[in-house]
């Protein structure tokens, strides 16, 4: 993607790739303080039909227009390695309101033999969530 002068997301470049791509995930990252227009970045992915996936690993705790980073889209992505605002080595953190989504990260995370005990699980599991 390419940015605009102020390092930020140049929106009509995502719009021109997304529609000729077919694209339905568009990950968005917030590197050193340069968050593009959430407001205008959420509108385009809801007229495409694309799920916003935000990048957050450098703009943890930073908010557009009063609202955290992370939490415009489907799903918000914190990494924990070297160089990140909190160093965890490897993994980082994903933040959703979204329940099948929140599912199949516990899934996918091998949180599986436990899934049915976990406190955030959904109540009505993703069909990935079989009969653990």
Known sequence: ??????????????????????????PISHLRGHIS???????LCGRLGVALVEDCARAMGARWRGRHTGTWG?????SAQTY????????????????????R??????NYILYQQHLVRSTQPCSSAGST
């Open 1 to 26: 993607m390419e940015t605009t002068a102020d390092y930020t997301t140049d929106l009509a470049d995502v719009e021109r790739k997304a529609i000729a791509r077919g694209a339905k995930v568009f």
């Open 37 to 43: 227009d959430l407001d205008a970045v959420a509108a």
């Open 74 to 78: 489907r799903v918000g992505c914190y």
């Open 84 to 103: 990140k605002h909190i160093n965890a080595g490897e993994g980082g953190l994903l933040v959703t309101d979204d329940e099948d989504i929140a599912a």
């Open 105 to 110: 990260a516990l899934l996918m995370s091998g």
